[in-house]
Nanobody, 122 residues
Framework: QVQIIESGGGLVEIGGSLRLSCVVS????????MGWFRRAPEKEREFLAA?????GGTYSSEGRFTISRDNSKNTVYLQMDNLNPEDTAIYYC??????????????????WGQGIQVTVSS
């Protein structure tokens, strides 16, 4: 079955950076678009960044978030810079079947990870 496992979260100071990783198994990784989302306390799930299967197309909600992937490792990354307390949330990685553009709508994704906590200390 499909497994999606996020890592790299934790506690970071204001202005710091984190790189989240997401390892996927159980599917042909390069045939899947990937996305990163987050849910902050008492807020709706929010789109952060997405990437096409071959990595040729990306889209990020903010310049502070950079998505990339390594298809040889079945891994997608989210580099987050200049973090602030409003970035505190559970971060999720998601996969959907190949589409020519990066997909920003959470309802379009087929598989989701369990999520990982990111806390930015104030």
């Amino acid at each position: 079955q499909v497994q999606i496992i996020e890592s790299g979260g934790g506690l970071v100071e204001i202005g710091g950076s984190l790189r989240l990783s997401c390892v996927v198994s159980g599917l042909t990784f390069s045939n899947y678009n990937m996305g990163w989302f987050r849910r902050a306390p008492e807020k709706e799930r929010e789109f952060l960044a997405a990437i096409t299967g071959n990595g040729g197309g990306t889209y990020s909600s903010e310049g502070r978030f950079t998505i990339s992937r390594d298809n040889s490792k079945n891994t997608v990354y989210l580099q987050m810079d200049n973090l602030n307390p409003e970035d505190t949330a559970i971060y999720y990685c998601a996969a959907r079947e190949k589409f020519p553009q990066a997909v920003i709508t959470d309802g379009e994704y087929d598989y989701w990870g369990q999520g990982i906590q990111v806390t930015v200390s104030s």
